[in-house]
């Protein structure tokens, strides 16, 4: 991944001294010794195996009644999870950090939970509670990583706003916003106003428990926030489904107002754009647009998404339009069309816009470093 900020330069790259230009040449592997890159060759086809992507989970479930708990973990810690997860405690996690750091790289942390829509209802907030505790440990983790000066507000976390709000909420509120002629006290605005002051929220379209839940899962959002704005960690707040990312999107605004302020120094939370969708060329165009005018600073993680499958089959079950690429070259182009306009903005506001380019395709990497290095030299 690769981040662009003010004359874009990047963070995995040196602050200062000579431009090393990003290469792909396999350098970073001189730190791997044979078994682990003979585990990430293995794990790189079986994840190319279409039976094991479809039928992993139940796969696993038929694993740990066969071989039991202990023994289906410990080949799981050995193989796929060893291979994505950084570690299971903070030492662990701290040792793959130093390895990253020695090749020029910086982490960026996640809490991997998320809740998915046809998951069973959680009954009432202890779940998101539990995760909310575990997201402010994150932050300190990811605080601790990089303590160097120099490195102050570089310190980046990805959020899953499903993990402290529920999918069903999000559903409802994303069946309201998208009417036309939505009310407006569903605003960022307002819902901003009420994580500040802690107010009783109510929404018209909303029950008396989901106005209770929903004014919960504000505080649980911005206790977040606030916790990692006073440690310098910046927040990566993850798109997910197309039939709740409205929402996402209102909560990620509402914060966004509180936080991304100039006087707060910059955008602390961030949102996430997936280039799979057909609209988000113009979406972004328009949010990006809307900070510019609200006076705010303005973060973007660029990705091509990640829920393709999931989300064909469920608008080919519904249907109703499919609003994805029809292919992967039309993902490209979309991708390509979205980093161009946000290495456009960078370039004319500076540290009013950040951009994540958040991909494992080389080609769009090499066009963000290409862009950065000539930023560089002019």
């Excluded at 991944?1 to 290469?23: E, H, I, K, Y």
């Excluded at 999870?81 to 299971?88: K, T």
Aim: proline share 4%.
């Amino acid at each position: 991944m690769f981040w662009t900020r003010r004359a874009l330069s990047s963070l995995a790259g040196p602050s200062s001294g000579d431009w090393r230009p990003l290469n792909f040449d396999g350098g970073a592997f001189h730190l791997k010794g044979t078994a682990e890159l003979a585990r990430a060759l293995l794990v790189l086809r079986l994840c190319a195996w279409p039976p094991l992507v479809t039928h992993g989970l139940a796969l696993q479930a038929w694993a740990q009644r066969l071989l039991g708990a202990r023994l289906s973990g410990a080949l799981l810690r050995a193989s796929i999870y060893g291979q994505f997860v950084a570690g299971e405690t903070g030492e662990e996690v701290r040792g793959c950090v130093r390895q990253l750091q020695a090749l020029g790289l910086r982490p960026l942390l996640a809490v991997p939970t998320e809740e998915e829509p046809d998951s069973a209802a959680k009954t009432g907030e202890a779940w998101y509670e539990g995760n909310l505790s575990a997201m402010l440990r994150c932050v300190d983790l990811s605080r601790g990583l990089l303590e160097t000066p120099d490195l102050a507000g570089k310190n980046l976390m990805q959020l899953k706003v499903t993990a402290l709000t529920s999918t069903r909420l999000c559903k409802e509120l994303t069946s309201w916003i998208t009417r036309p002629g939505a009310s407006l006290e569903l605003s960022p605005e307002r819902l901003a106003e009420a994580m500040d002051s802690g107010q009783n929220l109510q929404v018209s379209c909303l029950n008396t428990e989901q106005n209770q839940h929903l004014q919960a899962s504000l505080s649980r959002l911005n206790q977040v926030a606030q916790y990692a704005r006073a440690q310098q960690v910046r927040l990566l707040v993850d798109a997910e489904y197309t039939f709740i990312n409205p929402a996402l999107s209102l909560l990620v605004a509402a914060l966004a107002v509180r936080w991304n302020s100039p006087r707060e120094g910059g955008p602390w939370v961030w949102n996430t754009y997936q280039a799979y969708l057909k609209d988000t060329p113009e979406r972004l165009g328009r949010d990006a647009e809307a900070a510019r005018r609200a006076g705010l600073a303005f973060g973007v993680k660029l990705v091509r998404g990640a829920y393709l499958d999931k989300e064909r089959k469920v608008f080919q079950l519904q249907g109703t339009e499919d609003p994805t690429q029809p292919d992967y070259e039309a993902t490209s182009r979309s991708y390509s069309r979205c980093l161009e306009l946000m290495l456009r903005l960078v370039s004319h506001h500076g540290p009013m816009c950040h951009l994540m380019v958040a991909s494992h395709n080389e080609e769009s990497v090499r066009l963000a470093t290409k862009r950065a290095r000539g930023s560089r030299k002019s």
